[in-house]
C-alpha cells in the first residue's frame, strides 16, 4: 500500500498561472480532502468528497476547483494562482467520515510568486 | 461560526517532564474531537473522542473530552525528545462532515 500520494512535493508558479495538484490514495477510502496549512493557523479545508461524483467546500474554497471522477483520485485545481495561496496543501482520506482516522498525504509545498 | 483554540502555541520543556495541552471548542451539534501529532510532515492520528468515549490512553499519551466544558486535554508523561512535535487538535460538527482544526501547540522537548 502506497497510502495518499502527492505530486509535486514542490512548485513554484506565477501570479496568475493555473496548476492541478494531484492526490491518490489506494486504501479505496470515501473521504478525500485538501487542507492548506500556514503557519500559525493549523489546518483549514478547502474541498472535500464522501464518495465518487461528490465534492462540498470547506472553509476557504474560494481560488480553488475540486472533481472526484474515481474513488482513488481528488486533484485539486488552482484556477489563476496568487501570492495568498501561498502554502503547504495537504491531501486526506478516511474510510468513512471526516472524524475517521485521517491518513495524510506527504503535503505539496506551493509558492505563488 | 465554528471554533477550536488551542493553548498554549507553543511550550518548551525537559526530557522526563508531564505536559497538559488545552483545547476548547465552539460548534454546533459537536460529533467528535481528534487529536493529531505533526512532525516534519503530516499529521499522524493519536485519537478521536466522543460521546460515548471520553478518555483514552495510549502508552505515555492520554486524553479526555469534556463536553459540558467543551475542551478536550493531552496529557503527555515522561516527556521525550521524539514527543517534540505540534500536536493539533480537531472537531466534527454533526453532520457537517467537515474537520475544524485548531492553530496547534507547539511542543520541545529538551534533552
Known amino acids: 500500500n502506497a497510502g495518499v500520494t502527492q505530486t509535486p512535493k514542490f512548485q513554484v508558479l506565477k501570479t496568475g498561472q493555473s496548476m492541478t495538484l494531484q492526490c491518490a490514495q489506494d486504501m479505496n477510502h470515501e473521504y478525500m480532502s485538501w487542507y492548506r496549512q500556514d503557519p500559525g493557523m493549523g489546518l483549514r479545508l478547502i474541498h472535500y468528497?464522501?464518495?465518487?461524483?461528490?465534492?462540498d467546500q470547506g472553509e476557504v474554497p474560494n481560488g480553488y476547483n475540486v472533481s472526484r471522477s474515481t474513488t482513488e483520485d481528488f486533484p485539486l485545481r488552482l484556477l489563476s494562482a496568487a501570492p495568498s495561496q501561498t502554502s503547504v496543501y495537504f491531501c486526506?482520506?478516511?474510510?468513512?467520515?471526516?472524524?475517521?482516522?485521517?491518513?495524510f498525504g506527504p503535503g505539496t509545498r506551493l509558492t505563488v510568486t | 461560526e465554528d471554533k477550536v483554540v488551542q493553548s498554549p502555541l507553543s511550550l518548551v520543556v525537559h526530557e522526563g517532564d508531564t505536559v497538559t495541552l488545552n483545547c476548547s471548542y465552539e460548534?454546533?451539534?459537536?460529533?467528535?474531537l481528534l487529536w493529531y501529532k505533526q512532525e516534519k510532515k503530516a499529521p499522524t492520528f493519536l485519537f478521536m473522542l466522543?460521546?460515548?468515549?471520553i478518555e483514552k490512553k495510549s502508552g505515555r499519551l492520554s486524553s479526555i473530552l469534556d463536553k459540558k466544558e467543551l475542551f478536550s486535554i493531552l496529557n503527555i508523561t515522561a516527556t521525550q525528545t521524539g514527543d517534540s512535535a505540534v500536536y493539533l487538535c480537531a472537531v466534527e460538527a454533526g453532520g457537517a462532515q467537515k474537520l475544524v482544526f485548531g492553530q496547534g501547540t507547539r511542543l520541545t522537548i529538551n534533552p
Open positions: 466522543t460521546s460515548s468515549g
Open positions: 468528497s464522501v464518495g465518487a461524483g461528490i465534492t
Open positions: 460548534v454546533t451539534n459537536f460529533r467528535s
Open positions: 486526506a482520506s478516511s474510510y468513512g467520515r471526516a472524524s475517521y482516522e485521517q491518513y
